[in-house]
């Protein structure tokens, strides 16, 4: 179970990422996320799996709501 604190962290988070998006920073937000992904997957806790596969919903419903040719992993 997600600790209080890392769920308040991604909410946090997440929030931040899509208020960057709506201003026009979607790089700044699609960095929040990644870097956040990236961490998750660097830690060695109990809770890390559980963390992990909501930044990466809340990265794809970024790229869907922001949608760009920008992204880095875009296809094609």
Do not use: N
Request: aromatic letters at 10%; charged letters at 30%; hydrophobic letters at 40%.
């Amino acid at each position: 179970m997600l600790p209080a604190e890392e769920s308040d962290h991604i909410v946090l988070v997440i929030t931040e990422a899509f208020a960057c998006g709506a201003e026009g920073r979607i790089p700044r937000g699609y960095r929040l996320l990644t870097e956040s992904i990236q961490e998750t997957r660097r830690l060695a806790t109990a809770w890390a799996g559980e963390a992990l596969p909501i930044w990466e919903t809340a990265l794809e419903r970024f790229k869907e709501r922001f949608p760009t040719e920008w992204y880095p992993d875009q296809q094609g």
